[in-house]
């Protein structure tokens, strides 16, 4: 069977998208980077994206790949309308 993959979109009025939301903004604070780096995982700041990727992977139940492909979409996308 051939599994239709849909776009990843986020509207934020949803409820559990501003739970997304408030989890991912969770990674950014200052103690999380700490860890990070106090367990030796440099650089800290690229870990914290790649860790925002992989929990908002999950929360949508995509395949990681796939995820990061819709990413790099949607950034081309951005990239084209403003030139």
């Known amino acids: ?3 239709v993959k849909l776009p ?3 509207d934020l009025r949803v409820q559990k998208f501003k739970i997304l939301k408030k989890a991912v903004k969770k990674l950014e604070k200052d103690g999380i980077k700490e860890a990070l780096s106090r367990n030796g995982i ?3 700041d690229e870990a914290v994206i790649m860790l925002k990727i ?3 992977s ?3 139940r995509l395949e990681l790949s796939y995820f990061v492909e819709e990413l790099k979409k949607k950034k081309a996308q951005k990239t084209s309308e403003c030139v």
Request: charged share 0%.
């Open 1 to 3: 069977m051939i599994g």
């Open 8 to 10: 990843v979109v986020a």
């Open 42 to 44: 440099t650089p800290v």
């Open 54 to 56: 992989l929990v908002t």
């Open 58 to 60: 999950i929360f949508f």
